[in-house]
């Protein structure tokens, strides 16, 4: 149980980091006006989205629904439904983002950076409804 938390917590991490640049990335690219940079953006937002940010967030929820099929307790305890609707927060909030991506790949200047600048918030107020949730456990 040990390591599989271990690798949990490891993947989160991966998973918020590419969250959390992924929409700076876009706030570079919706401020950027030269082809040959946004076509940088492109290739670095795919590369995390494919090789960091969807593999990380993938183990996050197998090691996470691992722990909890080892120990389903945790699903009658009222801070672990609170921390599962904060999870599916930055479900979303992954899945916008390759939405995001897939339309600036085509209407680069979609949506303002300003909207992305607020966008890159969210994740990290999930996370820290996460955080609480796991290690003050409020209710």
Do not use: D
């Amino acid at each position: 149980m040990l390591w599989i938390k271990a690798v949990h917590v490891i993947m989160v991490i991966s998973w918020m980091a590419g969250l959390l640049y992924l929409y700076r990335l876009f706030v570079y690219h919706a401020m950027e006006t030269e082809q040959v940079v946004r076509e940088r953006l492109q290739v670095m937002e795919r590369r995390l989205i494919r090789g960091i940010a969807t593999p990380a967030g993938v183990l996050s929820l197998a090691t996470g629904i691992s722990m909890l099929v080892l120990n389903p307790s945790y699903l009658k305890m009222p801070w672990m439904h609170a921390k599962l609707t904060f999870v599916l927060g930055l479900l979303v909030s992954h899945v916008q983002g390759m939405y995001y991506r897939q339309r600036l790949l085509t209407e680069p200047t979609a949506y303002s950076h300003k909207k992305f600048r607020v966008l890159n918030e969210v994740p990290t107020l999930l996370m820290i409804g996460i955080v609480i949730m796991v290690i003050v456990r409020p209710f």
